[in-house]
């Protein structure tokens, strides 16, 4: 954009906030951005109907503008020119439909890839009425784990239910094949990261808190 002279520096910041916090970008692990389907879509939408999609009509009106600043053009003749091209883009709207890439499973609208404390996830843009969020499966909306069924049993630790779940086991020494394991854990994650093994008896062993904390 920099080298296209388009944009400010300041105004850098914000663009790249709004296409990411938006998904039209995908952030990868290197830190690189790269265009998502949704992203395409939308590209593809205002190309060829609106002039501002094209690098020389958005060049050519920050030189406008920079033309008023320095009094060798009138701001009103620049802006009603930009009008009147965005209005003849807007009117060209109706011959598009656009359907979500992804669609919220309850209500339709688009869910949009967010950035949470404990990573990406999806939520609907029909939020604050449609509360649906999904789990980040690379770069893609996940499925909702199935809640854990109640246990009735309490954490020592904070007084929530402890939820019994399956886990992986690293495997210790080369060769080794990782083997599923079954365990206790908080359902107060992430505030409480008490977790215990299961006892012969199905149960949490709980005097091995310290033991499993420590490993
Ligand atoms: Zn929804
Ligand atoms: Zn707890």
């Not at 920099?2 to 520096?9: A, D, N, V």
């Not at 939408?45 to 050519?60: I, N, P, Q």
């Not at 929530?160 to 994650?189: H, I, N, V, W």
Request: aromatic share 8%; proline share 8%.
């Amino acid at each position: 954009m920099e080298r296209l002279g388009i944009g400010r520096p300041s105004t850098y910041a914000s663009i790249l906030e709004n296409i990411t916090s938006r998904s039209y970008v995908i952030e990868g692990k290197k830190g690189f951005l790269s265009p998502a389907p949704i992203g395409e879509k939308i590209r593809d939408a205002l190309v060829s109907r609106f002039d501002f999609a094209e690098l020389a009509y958005t060049k050519g009106l920050e030189d406008q503008l920079d033309e008023i600043a320095e009094g060798r053009a009138v701001y009103e003749d620049v802006v009603r020119g930009a009008w009147n091209a965005l209005d003849g883009g807007l009117s060209k709207l109706d011959t598009l439909t656009i359907t979500p890439a992804h669609p919220c499973p309850e209500c339709g609208k688009a869910l949009t890839r967010r950035k949470g404390q404990h990573g990406f996830f999806w939520s609907c843009t029909g939020w604050p009425d449609c509360k649906v969020t999904l789990p980040d499966e690379k770069g893609q909306p996940g499925k909702k784990k199935a809640p854990a069924p109640p246990t009735g049993i309490m954490c020592p630790s904070c007084g929530k239910e402890l939820a019994r779940r399956q886990g992986t086991s690293k495997p210790k020494m080369k060769g080794m094949k990782p083997r599923p394991y079954d365990f206790y854990s908080c359902t107060g994650f992430p505030k409480c990261e008490a977790k215990f093994q299961t006892g012969a008896d199905g149960k949490p062993v709980f005097e091995n808190q310290t033991k499993q904390a420590a490993e």
